[in-house]
């Protein structure tokens, strides 16, 4: 019945924009970071996540990242991924906004894909600048426990949003427009609660949009949300396709 609802919902409503997190990728095989199964149930976020812990122990913030670079690459994209290429490409989907890193999106075949939190595509050195695509670094660790620079030597910096540092601001003022824009917001996957991102669904709301969400677990959005559903990511999107 809520499928049906969600399908009607994003039919009417147009531009509809996405925003996902974690929950999308779960069943790709990805941890994610909250649950009592997730990244920081073992590994303390305050170790190997911030840029105080990379630039004081860039090796040990890459025992961290080296095993994380080789399941995110061996993941594939799931029905969700899947679907929500659909979507877009039905012209039902407007963008998707990600708190995702793992390029799971783009290879499921969406376009229009904001990463708020940056991404493995790239890894950069905090010496001489230089920029390096996910293959060469993936190249660099088949030999080093962490890739360094072979330009200057400096342990390279992989292009995601550590605790401590600012969001890509272009990407967040990309998000901002789009959630403002929406007529609605379809939150997949995450809890929100981590900001900014966190607050795009009270730019929708506060521009007279909507709020939809399919999650596992509560957040702190249900009681504005228009429609809410509790399940996987996964199973609901396809059904939400082959409703419309
Ligand atoms: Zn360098």
New binding site residues.
Partial sequence: MSVTELAELIRRRQPCVVLTGAGVSTESGIPDFRSRTGLWAQFDPREYATIEAFRADPHKVWSFYKPRIAVLTEAEPNPAHLALAELERRGLVHAIVTQNIDLLHERAGSREVVEVHGSIRTAS??????RYPLERVVELLETADAP???????V?KPDVVFFGELLPVEAIDRATELARAAALLLVVGSALEVYPVAGLPLETLAAGGMLAIVNQGPTPFDAEAALRIDGAAGEVLPEVVAAL
Avoid: K
């Fill in positions: 050195c905090p010496g001489c600048g230089e360094s620079c072979p330009a200057c030597g400096r390279l």
